[in-house]
T-cell receptor, first 109, second 114 residues
Framework: KNEVEQSPQNLTAQEGEFITINCSYS?????LHWLQQHPGGGIVSLFM???GKKKHGRLIATINIQEKHSSLHITASHPRDSAVYIC???????????FGTGTRLTIIP | KAGVTQTPRYLIKTRGQQVTLSCSPI?????VSWYQQTPGQGLQFLFE???????NKGNFPGRFSGRQFSNSRSEMNVSTLELGDSALYLC?????????????FGPGTRLTVT
């Protein structure tokens, strides 16, 4: 069983829809990261969370430490949001980053 | 401020050869981490350097090695290349010495082993 599980693996939605991507993990963590990867490979760090909720523009990330669960929400989705979204956790103690397998999001105009 | 740069961007090597990849962090950043991304295994942590010292290491064979120079630039080396080493190699830099810290990723080096 992977230490970091993401769902769904693939998501296709119409422009304007509200998007939710989920991440569950099994280890103790010091932080959780949400990353965005566009075709071509470049990765952008969207959020780093250790508790609560963060918002940046149309993106919102939440984390529940007790339930070992995080969600990434995109409001008013747009075709330019099409990308792979990756959840990564920084393990408490060894501080290594462990990655989920990613969610491929496609927004149709 | 310039972002993280990686050279070369693309590389084709033959099995058994060795390869060296380079990463220049954002100016002022002293931590550099390396990651391997393959379709089968996804993203995996290779190693992390801070102030020229390896601070953390992933579960990769000894063929994978790295180093960091006094100007924080880092190199990783893979010896005796195998077909399975074909991957996108990403490096990321960060400013803070204390963890957890935000990381900034480079564009990656795509290595193909034939």
């Amino acid at each position: 069983k992977n230490e970091v599980e993401q769902s769904p693996q693939n998501l296709t939605a119409q422009e304007g829809e509200f998007i939710t991507i989920n991440c569950s993990y099994s280890v103790g963590i010091s932080a959780l990261h949400w990353l965005q990867q566009h075709p071509g490979g470049g990765i952008v760090s969207l959020f780093m969370l250790s508790s609560g909720k963060k918002k940046h523009g149309r993106l919102i990330a939440t984390i529940n430490i007790q339930e070992k669960h995080s969600s990434l929400h995109i409001t008013a989705s747009h075709p330019r949001d099409s990308a792979v979204y990756i959840c990564a956790v920084r393990e408490e103690g060894n501080e290594k980053l462990t990655f989920g397998t990613g969610t491929r999001l496609t927004i149709i105009p | 401020k310039a972002g993280v740069t990686q050279t070369p961007r693309y590389l084709i090597k033959t099995r058994g050869q060795q390869v060296t990849l380079s990463c220049s962090p954002i100016s002022g950043h002293r931590s550099v981490s390396w990651y391997q991304q393959t379709p089968g295994q996804g993203l995996q942590f290779l190693f992390e350097y801070f102030s020229e010292t390896q601070r953390n290491k992933g579960n990769f064979p000894g063929r994978f090695s790295g180093r960091q120079f006094s100007n924080s630039r880092s190199e990783m080396n893979v010896s005796t290349l195998e077909l399975g080493d074909s991957a996108l190699y990403l490096c990321a830099s960060s400013l803070e010495a204390l963890r957890p810290y935000e990381q900034y990723f480079g564009p990656g080096t795509r290595l193909t082993v034939t």
